[in-house]
């Protein structure tokens, strides 16, 4: 199954990293994943692609994962409209996603979107409305409690990510306007 034709970016990101190298999302050479995480990068992809086209009827929460937004911004180079379903969590009113990338030792093209333009917009389930992001790092008094409710929101996942790479990973609070 191919992925549908866009000028948009895929799901996470260009080139996914793993333990066994890329998965370049754009041109759908898998090769180097397992067959397992072949059909996780077909799943998100799928997951991806009815979020977005259900406009969050369909993939805002899914059993036994963590909820998903689409997050909505505009091309820090390019100029170009963006959207990325990202698994959240939530402290008070406030969004919290994390620009783990898998551990990769890069931080996603979304992060630096957001740094770039903090002012966009998210979907969680169909409801879109403004937000602010603002990007935390540990050197943030706060960061160390956030970290724990995103990663117990998620399985623990961001504490494996994190030994993946000598980058910090951010988190991002994204406040409601």
């Not at 190298?21 to 077909?42: C, E, H, I, K, Y």
């Not at 009827?57 to 997050?71: C, D, E, K, N």
């Amino acid at each position: 199954m191919e992925p549908p034709t866009t000028t948009a970016r895929a799901p996470l990101q260009s080139c996914m990293p793993t333990p066994y190298g890329r998965a370049d999302w754009n041109t759908g050479a898998m090769s180097n994943l397992s067959p397992v995480q072949q059909v996780g990068v077909r799943l998100l992809r799928l997951h991806d692609m009815l979020y977005k086209k259900s406009g969050g009827r369909v993939g805002h929460r899914i059993p036994g994962m963590p909820p998903s937004l689409m997050l909505h911004t505009v091309g820090a180079k390019t100029g170009k409209s963006r959207s990325n379903t990202l698994t959240y969590a939530r402290d008070g009113e406030n969004y919290l996603i994390v620009a783990s990338l898998g551990g990769a030792p890069k931080s996603p093209d979304w992060y630096h979107n957001l740094k770039a333009n903090p002012n966009v917009e998210i979907n969680v389930g169909t409801r879109r409305f403004a937000v602010t992001a603002r990007p935390v790092l540990p050197d943030d008094p706060d960061y160390a409690r956030l970290w724990r409710i995103v990663n117990d929101n998620n399985a623990n996942r961001y504490d494996a990510y994190q030994k993946r790479t000598t980058r910090p990973i951010p988190i991002v609070v994204l406040q409601p306007r």
